[in-house]
């Protein structure tokens, strides 16, 4: 404890230093942050995922800036069916990922401007950004732009990327605007629109194709054995549209009364693909006592397919491979029902009960696939456990 306490301040007086606080007052008013959790995934079609992660943040709210940064281990095993249905076995392995972020905003007006990367052995990915953020009406009205580039390259596990890559650019358009309600709630409305340019399909994602006659006896969660029995020989691999327009808006309304904070969110999508799908999504935060915050937590999602989804596709050989083509469920119509909730427990000593935060979470879900081969029900439990000191 005594070496942690040592090391924050160090940070802090480093932190002054650059920038260009050398009283003792600045010193006091910078806060450190660090902190770490532990989440855990699992469902019903073989997916594994255990993600540790450290996080930590430097900042001085009087001059109105703030450093922020994490780092963390996605370990993924993975055996679902449509994986096993191309003679591929259970398969792992472990992505790495973080992000940096800096934020000035001294007055009403100032800018924040953030950088991240995952990178596994088949993927990486760089995105890029930043923002402006405006105070108006006296701090009753505050609005955002931001501009993100990102850059995909999609490979094969076991080779190199200058053997074999894909690359997926993109680029996002980001605006809102949020104002109180009153004293008490708060009222937001964000637009995304994202412009992406690559070939996304998956390398290893084979596509079963039948016969006209024999496409109308695929059912739906039709398993493997049945699949081999009435494809045809081609088996090409997914390919997806090279272009892509996404665009999606989202409203968020929060209000604290005397026990807690109701937060509702609704969000709507839509893409060029023909994707539409909306996501609600509630929270109620209660006070149990000075220390203790719990919250239950209950998430729907329903979307349709893209426009050129078949459950199976048709072709007589060769040379009427369908063009685009695709075997992710997730591209499908779906919809999913979560549950779940989570506490917050502060630790600290009186006068500073937010020095020692422990927080967890537990999520439960549903989602039916309406028109999927292989799988047509998931459930999903994610759980994560975190502690944060603050000094």
Known sequence: MQLVRKAARALRLACAVLVGAGTTRADDELTVKAGAEAGGYADSVGVNVLTPSVNGAVENPLAGWRVD????LDVV????PDIVATATKRWSEVRQAGNIGARYKPGDIGGAAYGTFSYSPDYLALVGGGQLLVD???KNLSLLGGYAYGNDTIGRAGTSFS????????????????RPLSA??????????????????KPYRYIPLFTPSDAAKVPRGVQPDQIAALRIQPRPL???PLE??????AARFATRNSIGTLRLEERGYIDAWGIKASTSDVRYMIDVGRRLIVWPNFRFHVQSAVDFWKRAYTATGVNDIPALRTGDRELGALFSFAAGGGARL????EGNLDAWVLTTQLVWTWTNFADAIYVTTRYSAFAVLGVEATF
């Open 69 to 72: 940064g994490r780092y963390l």
């Open 77 to 80: 095993s993975a055996a679902s």
């Open 136 to 138: 108006l009406d006296e």
């Open 163 to 178: 053997t074999f890559s894909r690359t997926l650019a993109y680029h996002t358009i980001t605006v809102g605007i949020a």
């Open 184 to 201: 008490s709630s708060v009222f937001s409305v964000t637009a995304d629109a994202i412009i992406e340019r690559g070939d996304q399909s």
């Open 238 to 240: 997914e390919q997806l």
């Open 244 to 249: 892509r327009e996404r665009y999606a808006l």
């Open 346 to 349: 502060a630790l600290g000593r």
